[in-house]
């Protein structure tokens, strides 16, 4: 019997998934160099690969396919950043709009139905989103341990789902 690396599992044995942890280290390298790169959490990029990695099939090159989603879940946190940074600057020129001591009593009466439209389509979103959103709005905007307690969400999670909240409420403002 020739000596060498296995090439591959034992037969009988389950085909290995993506999200083995015997597999953390062949990635772990990658996802913190992109990471830092971009300046994103490289927590909540490798809780995301692995919540990935856990819901595929067997593969046959698990390794590969853990570098592939690290690849994968990194673009996504990029194109989430940016939908980010246009929500915000959205919300900064409604913020801008919607100074009540600005202005004639229409301009404020305007602003005060554009703040109502805004409360009422963050009351229609999904799961947790609404009293992300109400927090997000009020003056000052609370710390992420805060947002965490009262979306009971974990504390470096509330990224993600701020961008996807946001996202949300930008499509239901801005259809099409």
Known sequence: M??????GPAPGAPAPTAADPALRDSFLGLLRSLAAARALDPDDLEQQVWLRAAAE?????????LRALTVQEFRRALAERGELARARAAAARL?????PDDGSPEQRT??????RELRTAAARLPARCPALVAALLEAPTPAYRELGG??????RSIGPLR???LACLR????PG
């Open 150 to 155: 009262r979306t009971r969400t974990a504390a």
């Open 2 to 7: 020739p000596t060498g690396a296995p090439t």
């Open 57 to 65: 099939r067997r593969v046959s090159r698990p390794a590969a396919r």
């Open 110 to 115: 305007l602003a005060a139905e554009r703040a």
């Open 171 to 174: 499509r239901m403002l801005h």
């Open 95 to 99: 913020a801008a709009r919607a100074r």
């Open 163 to 165: 961008a996807r909240c």
